[in-house]
């Protein structure tokens, strides 16, 4: 989910990128943020049965081990800044998460994603430097308060608020970490060690728990909530991005917030008002906007 940010930061277009497979590479964008947001939202069902923190440290601990399986990571090998930098990135993921997951315990799942798109939003516009730049941000944080509310009134949870802007602090973290990481690291082993470290980071609230998925069925929903997120959209996007640029990869992940009310909508029944849905349309229309001035002074 936050992988694609901290890429498009860099700008340009990756090798192999071509008009040829531009539509391909479109249709796996798509793909990647639908499995995102449609595993946020099944996730809020299993939170639902299993609680937050366990359906957390459940996912982070089965996506670690397969890529522990695929990968093999060297762990001996790794020098001192190697082991810091997937220390604090492995510690961000773990809050970042079971932020997000408390979250959407207590509040519709759109209004949380797009209060966590605030996150890289707030880093993309410091990156930039400020200015009239600074219109995007407001412009998110206008959609955020009509997401906030009704028809009958306000629907944001106090604590659930909280614990998403927390989520968006961590994503924003994250981005700054994740590009350091993959200069440390070769291939998936920065990605491999950080969730190895944030399994361990969420299993002190987690693991008491786990016992209730501890079943054939708690299992496997866990196991596809993993594939769901990070393993699937990760693999999408690494072979989206060699097909197309890297400012229309970014504007077509600045849709996650519309995905992720959509998805809420159909998984969890969470409609939307039409004042909810015009502040979607800004949360998505900041980052977009902000995508759009980083590609042109690049």
Do not use: H
């Amino acid at each position: 989910m936050a992988d694609q940010q901290a890429i498009v930061e860099k700008g340009g277009r990756l090798p192999g990128a071509g008009n040829a497979g531009l539509m391909s590479g479109v249709a796996l964008c798509l793909l990647s943020m639908a499995s995102i947001q449609f595993g946020a939202a099944f996730s809020a069902v299993a939170i639902m049965d299993y609680g937050a923190f366990a359906t957390t440290f459940l996912r982070l601990a089965l996506a670690a081990a397969i890529l522990t399986a695929i990968v093999r990571p060297p762990l001996r090998r790794y020098n001192r800044a190697q082991w810091l930098s997937a220390l604090a990135l492995g510690v961000t993921i773990a809050g970042m998460t079971l932020s997000f997951f408390t979250a959407i315990e207590r509040i519709p799942l759109g209004l949380a994603v797009a209060i966590e798109f605030l996150g890289p939003l707030a880093v993309a516009t410091v990156t930039l430097g400020g200015g009239w730049r600074l219109l995007w941000p407001a412009a998110a944080l206008a959609g955020v308060g009509l997401l906030s509310r009704d028809g009958q009134g306000w629907i944001g949870d106090p604590a659930g608020m909280f614990f998403a802007f927390v989520a968006a602090v961590g994503w924003g973290a994250y981005i700054v970490l994740v590009k350091r990481s993959g200069r440390l690291f070769t291939g998936l082993e920065g990605l491999t060690m950080s969730l190895l470290v944030a399994t361990a980071a969420a299993a002190p609230f987690g693991l008491w728990q786990a016992g209730a998925a501890m079943n054939p069925e708690g299992l496997t929903r866990m196991l596809g909530l993993a594939v769901m997120v990070p393993l699937l959209p990760y693999a999408l996007e690494m072979t989206a991005l060699r097909r197309m640029p890297l400012a229309a990869f970014g504007i077509l992940m600045s849709l996650e917030p519309a995905l992720g009310a959509m998805a809420g909508f159909l998984v969890l029944e969470q409609s939307l008002t039409a004042f909810q849905m015009l502040g979607t349309a800004l949360v998505v229309a900041a980052s977009v906007g902000v995508t759009s001035a980083g590609a042109r002074e690049k």
